[in-house]
């Protein structure tokens, strides 16, 4: 049996809103021993923290006469409640052609859906990405029973309320919402205070904070370790925090991977937040290469960090446009001016020429498993010799090439300094393509032979770039292992450099050139691999 330490009840009131409160109802959550009122809420209790704080529960009843109506009243109180855990309960009315589930499809806040659940939890049913975690609002049909509505709440009980007295403090105090700091108050409801640091995760755009939380009075110790603390769209963190509980945990060894702490991983109407350890004394891949210390990290990465997917690993008859060719960008996705960058430093084809020769890459078998699927410098940390990887919002089954096709492509864009000089500050356009021309012939020889998976020569050591010569040499000896046919890993790179290209069109220099140097590394390596077709002449 797993260890059961109980379940403590934090919020018993039950409360009707819109509705005269059924005799049946209060009954049942009376006799689960609920605080259940006779009178419905008002709008200003919905609004009062204090009433929220000790809110189990919500029930919206559908009027037979006005059955839009519930859409209204949840659209005014359904992100408030949810944010605060509150569970909340819809039920249909009687009259024909008020379906509730489908009528709540249309409880749209800040243009999006709240979410719904038509169907009651199967017990003993773990979650799926695909189902709808708690908070939801959650339908229950007119000839549901009101037993059945209570014992979901006995259930599925909320979470301690948020607590408005933590501090959040800090720099990264002004990145977040008061939506945000309500789930960061759910978060860390056992502290005095949290002090919120922000952390460059690259230009996703999403937040991403080192926390560093002092505990409150009565607990084994004030100073935890600091946490790592992740916020932003809910279907996306949910995905993320599923991924790391079934994905990760299970088979990235304890030390190599972050781990979240559940009891501060939480839901609201629209965002979610999760937490976990933070890796400590590491610095990002990007940091150590360019210093010349990732040789070890990478072997790390391969052998011992991603070991558990890879051992699930089978060939199977599909090709890497079957397998990645949705991830191709969409050709007019691509800056105009990143574009015009390219050509200069040379590119001569067009987004829809290279994904025409994209589509040539159809050599079966590939090599299948589980893998990361954003797996660029910045998401790889290096403590001593260890590769800890981090972010698993896009880990999923896919060619197992596309890994390390994507970190050579993020230490290529990501990897070399964005520093420039003083006295180049006021450089014209000819001085920046003339440089980034230098960076390109310091690096060609990676890029000049098929098959690409062969390791390449070694890199002269006057080489402003020969770290990067050593990284590639290393990550290409775990490419050759995982391509089954000629040219897979040239398509998953040319592929990764694309998506780089495509990205992020405000950058400025030298990222931004960097970013249309990669356009041009991804058409020499598909002409090269998959030259196209010559058309035969008319006799």
């Known amino acids: ?59 919206f009843t559908q009027d037979v006469e006005k059955p839009n109506l519930i859409v209204r009243d949840l659209e005014k ?42 169907l009651p939890a199967i017990e003993g049913k773990p979650f799926e990405p695909s189902e709808t975690p708690y908070p939801h ?42 939506e945000t700091e309500i789930l960061l108050q759910r978060a860390f409801e056992d502290c005095v205070e949290v002090y919120l640091v922000s952390i460059d995760g690259g230009h996703s755009g999403v937040p991403v904070f080192r926390a560093y939380a002092e505990l409150k009075e009565g607990q084994h110790g004030r100073w935890p370790l600091p946490y790592f603390v992740k916020v932003g769209d809910r279907d996306k963190i949910y995905t993320e925090y599923w991924n790391y509980q079934n994905k990760v945990d299970p088979y990235v060894p304890f030390h190599l991977g972050p781990h979240l702490i559940p009891k501060r991983c939480h839901l609201g109407a629209l965002e979610g937040v999760i937490v976990g350890d933070w890796v400590d004394e590491s610095e990002a891949l990007t940091g150590c290469a360019s210093g ?30 079957k397998t990645l060719g949705q991830y191709f960008p969409n050709p007019k996705s691509f800056p105009p001016a990143r574009l015009a960058k390219a050509r200069e430093l040379g590119a001569t084809s067009t987004p829809r020429d290279l994904q025409k020769l994209f589509r040539r890459c159809r050599s079966v078998p590939v090599l299948m498993g589980p893998i ?25 089954e896919g060619p197992l090439v596309y890994d390390p096709a ?52 070694h890199a002269k050591p006057k080489n402003p770039s020969a770290w990067f010569h ?62 196209p077709e010559r058309k035969k002449k008319k006799k």
């Not at 109802?25 to 919905?46: I, K, M, S, V, Y």
């Not at 409640?81 to 909340?88: G, T, Y």
């Open 1 to 59: 049996m797993t260890i059961d330490e109980g379940r403590t009840r934090n919020r018993g009131a039950i409360a009707w809103f819109g509705s005269p409160v059924p005799l049946e109802g209060r009954n049942e959550f009376l006799a689960r021993q609920f605080l259940a009122a006779d009178q419905p809420c008002t709008d200003a209790q919905l609004a009062d923290p204090i009433f929220l704080s000790g809110l189990a529960a919500t029930i």
């Open 137 to 178: 609002i959650h339908v229950f049909e007119q000839e549901v029973p009101w037993a059945v509505i209570a014992d979901s709440v006995v259930e599925h009980p909320p979470d301690k309320p948020p607590d408005s007295t933590l501090r959040i403090i800090g720099p990264g105090k002004t990145l977040i919402s008061p």
């Open 406 to 457: 994507c970190l050579e492509a993020g230490l290529l864009v990501e990897g070399f300094s964005n520093e420039i000089k003083s006295s180049d500050k006021d450089h014209d356009n000819d001085k920046e393509v003339q440089r980034i021309l230098e960076w390109l012939h310091s690096i060609d020889t990676l890029y000049d032979h098929v098959p690409l998976s062969r390791a390449p020569v």
């Open 372 to 396: 990361h699927g954003d797996l660029h410098a910045k998401n790889v940390h290096v403590r001593a010799m260890d590769a800890i990887v981090i972010d698993f919002f896009r880990h999923d």
């Open 292 to 321: 010349g210390r990732a040789a070890a990290a990478i072997s790390c990465l391969f052998d011992r960090t991603l070991y558990g997917w890879h051992r699930e690993a089978e060939k199977k008859q599909m090709s890497i446009v």
């Open 77 to 118: 109180h359904g992100r408030r409640l949810l944010d605060w855990d509150c569970r909340i309960v819809a039920r249909s009315a009687t009259k024909p052609g008020t379906k509730l589930a489908d009528l709540l499809g249309r409880v749209i806040v800040n243009g999006r859906r709240l979410p719904v659940a038509g």
């Open 470 to 531: 050593a990284c590639v040499r290393q990550i290409r000896l775990y490419a050759e292992q995982m391509e089954c046919c000629r040219g897979q890993y040239a398509a998953a790179l040319a592929l990764a450099l694309l998506i780089k290209a495509s990205k992020d069109p405000a950058l400025p220099d030298p990222e931004a050139s960097r970013r249309a140097a990669a356009y041009l590394l991804a058409e020499r390596l598909l002409t090269m691999t998959f030259p």
